[in-house]
């Protein structure tokens, strides 16, 4: 039962872990969103609802008329009049291309960038209001749409406007639009979820540990346990890791209309999980890395021969360093007497470092399976050295 709800408790603490130090943590957030300024769906969008909420009202008929009426009473012939008149079409799609090159030119700039980065600083406080409820900023909840308020972009792009020439800019009122980042029906459902998620966040991963420890120590064959604890922890965040996909299909296939660009949608959404699938990632790399470990220990006939053959290497690569002078004397001898206990000291140091790690990587299980590797390598070669040493010195003293 121990097993069971540890297996059941590790994808859990995972998104726990998640919506703790990472939706909560305002320089962690920012750090995953500033890079959505470079996105390309990203500055599409944002053009698109910049140029929309800049609309520069130029009554390109009102000015067409007028410069054909002046035309006329200066004696032109009504033809060249009618000509110019016709021309409001093209002066209209002038006006709105300039808009958007303007705005193009800002979305595309280092500016953007840092008015981004700025505006999600300051409003990562109403991401925790989308979940929590708590909370106010630049981004806004209103029934269950996460916005983030563009009004200072248009402010830019509004200036760049007038600066360009095209004066009645100027006459552009102050406008807040607003930038869809998320929207859900059950958001108000999702906030009890992660309030709960975040008061835990910092307890229920120690306690899954615990309890998965304590289900392993109380079976009566613990190496099996273990292999089982682990790929059963594995195969739960794969499930969770394969819901986060079909999710993701359902939400873009779902989408309001006021949200206008399903590839800035995916985009954001996208960075937003982007930390959690890593560590569902690697907490299913780890479980198999540890199934795969607690079965090399193991009786089987595969295992005894992985296991000969490292010591039959071991000690041939001893016997050759004694037989050259490469000698680990006391050291060698010492460590053959206690490897059993060098060798789950390693281990244990490794697995305080993997539990301190900020944020452990698919990459850091690795280096530290690697970093373990060598030591036992380390520690099979001094071994294998102290009882070379040792059987060399019995045999000197019997002849």
């Known amino acids: 039962m121990l097993i069971v709800l540890t297996c059941i408790l590790v994808p859990i603490s995972v998104l726990a872990v998640w919506m703790h130090n990472f939706v909560l943590d305002t320089n962690r957030y920012v750090a995953t969103v500033a890079p959505l300024a470079k996105n390309p769906a990203i500055q599409d969008a944002a053009v698109a609802r910049i140029a929309q909420a800049v609309d520069v009202r130029v009554n390109g008929l009102e000015v067409t008329t007028d410069l054909a009426n002046w035309l006329k009473s200066q004696g032109l ?3 060249v ?17 300039l808009t958007e090159n303007v705005a193009r030119g800002f979305v ?5 960038a840092t008015v981004w980065t700025e505006v999600n600083r300051i409003a990562h406080t109403a991401v925790v209001h989308a979940l929590t409820g708590q909370g106010r900023g630049a981004i806004g909840v209103e029934q269950g749409t996460v916005v983030l308020n563009l009004g200072t972009a248009v402010d830019r792009v509004k200036k760049e406007l007038v ?6 800019a100027a006459s552009i009122p ?6 869809v980042l998320f929207t859900s029906d059950k958001l108000a459902e999702v906030r ?13 991963p120690l306690v899954t540990v615990l309890l998965g420890a304590a289900g392993v120590l109380l079976a009566h064959r613990r190496r099996r346990a273990l292999a089982r604890t682990a790929l059963g922890a594995a195969g739960a965040c794969l499930i969770v890791a394969v819901a986060l996909v079909v999710a993701r299909r359902y939400y873009l296939d779902h989408l309001p209309p006021e949200v206008q660009s399903k590839a800035a949608a995916a985009a954001v959404f996208d960075a937003l999980l982007r930390f959690l699938r890593v560590t569902l990632r ?6 198999v890395i540890v199934a795969l470990g607690a079965y090399l220990i193991g009786p089987g006939q595969f295992p005894r021969a992985v296991r000969g053959t490292t010591e039959h290497g071991a000690v041939v690569a001893a016997r050759w360093g004694y037989d050259h002078g490469v000698r680990t004397g006391p050291v060698g001898t010492w460590t053959a007497d206690h490897r ?8 244990l140091v490794l697995a305080l470092v993997f539990a301190l790690w900020n944020h452990p990587t698919v990459g850091t299980v690795l280096l530290l399976v690697l970093v373990l590797l060598a030591a036992l390598a380390v520690i099979a070669l001094l071994a294998a050295s102290g009882r070379v040493t040792r059987s060399e010195e019995q045999a000197a003293q019997n002849v």
């Open 163 to 168: 600066d360009a020439g095209l004066t009645p």
């Open 340 to 347: 059993r206990g060098l060798s789950l000291g390693v281990l």
């Open 81 to 97: 009049a009618d000509l110019v008149q016709n021309l409001t079409p093209q002066l209209d799609a002038a006006i709105n291309s």
């Open 192 to 204: 009890d979820a992660a309030y709960w998620l975040g008061v835990v966040g910092n307890w229920l």
């Open 108 to 112: 595309q700039s280092d500016e953007f």
């Open 77 to 79: 012939p009504p033809r």
């Open 282 to 287: 690697t907490v299913i790399v780890l479980g």
């Open 174 to 179: 102050e406008v807040h639009k607003t930038f």
